[in-house]
DNA sequence: TCACCCAGTATCATAAGCAA
DNA sequence: TTGCTTATGATACTGGGTGA
């Protein structure tokens, strides 16, 4: 049996008071105990660990050898106890050396990373980030023990053991070169569905669902869309689309961050299609963690309606 | 599965005695 | 005299058994 388990950790406090205070008496005192019943806590300690821990000696209560070895690694227990105990309805960004994991395709961490980067660096300078990529089924194996601690993307597949709030909602755009032979002003629907196309599928979210409205809607007006180039990371696409006559639908969002990088022009889409709404995802086992709650805040701050 | 009862055990306080 | 230990009784807690 683990001797452990015999041994009443309240006994451990009578122990670290003793070490303090050096008196039965003031140890009483100081726990709200009475004399006696510190006197016997302090017998069942001895009878634990065989040894009398404080003999009487020059009028006060001195601790023996082996009481001596044990007041380090007791009272250093004691501490992460006490924090455990005290913090764990708080979280200090400022003070916290926490790593979180937050999973995000490509898009999310072109568009979401490098202002949530920033804002740590603010008022969360020892919190470490971490941004990985996967599908929603790992994600969310990954999210009950803690290894990912939120999810931000569209999904509809996420459990009845998931929360998920609204970040923010936006709306598709294309984006094409500055001085497209095709374009002048806006973009035309005949200019739209004459042109040719990049499509842009990552691994995670769901860009597969807009590549169908894409086609539905080309198919309404009698034409096969031309995708000429199709990939799942961004990286390289606004030097493509700058240097060509291709046209990329995609959310505002990672449109307005192409523009940053490259002489590209955004335009409105000739045709009505559903808003775009990007979600943060997170397990109820840390629905009332207060380090995720904070995150969780962050993202919704950042990113307003 | 839950509520209740009961016996055994642990803990605490009071009182008294003992040692430095 | 002060402070610690021990004996004793009261109370609370725990776990097993039983019945609804």
Not at 81 to 110: H, V, W
Not at 287 to 303: E, G, I, T, V, Y
């Amino acid at each position: 049996m683990n001797k452990l388990y015999s041994l009443d950790l309240n006994l451990l406090l009578v122990f670290d008071a003793m070490l303090r205070v050096g008196s039965v008496s003031r140890t009483a005192e100081e726990m709200g105990l009475t004399q006696p019943s510190t006197s016997n806590a302090l017998a069942r300690l001895r009878n634990f660990f065989g040894d009398p821990l404080f003999v009487r000696s020059d009028g006060a209560m001195r601790p023996t050898p082996l009481a001596l070895q044990m007041a380090e690694p007791v009272q250093e227990a004691l501490g992460q106890l006490r924090r455990a105990i005290e913090d764990k309805r708080y979280f200090d960004p400022m003070t916290s050396c926490r790593r979180f994991s937050i999973c995000m395709n490509e898009m999310g961490q072109r568009v979401f990373l490098p202002k949530i980067v920033t804002r740590f660096a603010e008022i969360a300078p020892g919190v470490d980030l971490e941004a990985m990529e996967m599908t929603s089924q790992l994600a969310q194996a990954a999210m009950p023990n803690g290894d990912v601690d939120l999810v931000i993307g569209y999904f509809s597949d996420f459990g009845p053991s998931f929360f998920r709030q609204r970040v923010t909602t936006g709306h598709y755009v294309a984006v094409a070169r500055k001085g497209h032979p095709q374009i002048d002003g806006i973009l035309t629907l005949p200019a739209y569905l004459s042109a040719s196309h990049i499509s842009y599928v990552p691994a995670l979210g769901n860009h597969a669902a807009l590549e169908a409205l894409l086609a539905e809607e080309f198919m309404k007006h009698g034409v096969r869309r031309r995708v000429a180039l199709r990939v799942a990371n961004s990286l390289g696409i606004p030097k493509i689309i700058s240097s060509t006559d291709l046209i990329m639908t995609v959310p505002s969002v990672l449109a307005h961050a192409f523009c940053e990088t490259a002489p590209v022009q955004v335009f409105d889409l000739p045709f009505d299609i559903p808003h775009i709404e990007i979600f943060q995802y997170w397990h109820a086992r840390y629905h009332h963690d207060p380090a995720n709650q904070w995150l969780r805040a962050q993202f919704k701050s950042l990113f307003p309606d």
